[in-house]
């Protein structure tokens, strides 16, 4: 599975969640070339939107800077390989 | 204003708020350097929340891949300079 390392740069999720985030990412990497981004983003976001429900946004890339609005508990922001990972379910107010 | 000329890639905005967000985008590079990506997604992003809404999310820089669902006739990507832009609504429903 995990070929290498998944480093967490920065989340608000629970720790399961955050495993199945990095599960999901490795899983990506396993069936899609390294610069494929928009499929190793697909397949995240859409595992996501099927477990968590729909609204899920996601971000791979090597050079990208964001900024969003996100509901809580549910942004994680992590390495692994050479892409960096950004899943967030978005959210259309403010709590 | 704008340095160069904005390229539309896709989008299923309105033409006025294609323009706002090109114009919006130009802005932040010039208050910003070209690689405070952040600094240039918050920037846009911001105005979009304060004039259409809350709940816009912004992506920028010159490698990256999305995949994401957005409300209708508020998606835009876009690239100016060396970098791309992509504007959207996010939904959560």
Known sequence: ?95 | MLEGKAMVKETDMSPKMQIHAMASASQALDLYDVYDCISIAAHIKKEFDSVYGNGWQCVVGSNFGCYFTHSSGTFIYFALETLNFLIFKGTSS
């Open chain 1, 1 to 95: 599975m995990l070929e290498g390392k998944a480093v967490i740069e920065d989340t608000d999720m629970p720790d399961k969640m955050q495993i199945q985030a990095m599960a999901s990412a490795s899983e990506a990497l396993d069936l899609y070339d390294v610069f494929d981004c928009t499929s190793i983003a697909a397949h995240i976001k859409k595992e996501f939107d099927t477990k968590y429900g729909s609204g899920w946004q996601c971000v791979v890339g090597s050079s990208f800077g964001c900024f969003f609005t996100h509901s809580k508990g549910t942004f994680v922001y992590f390495t692994l390989e050479t892409l960096n990972f950004l899943i967030f379910k978005g959210a259309s107010y403010l709590i």
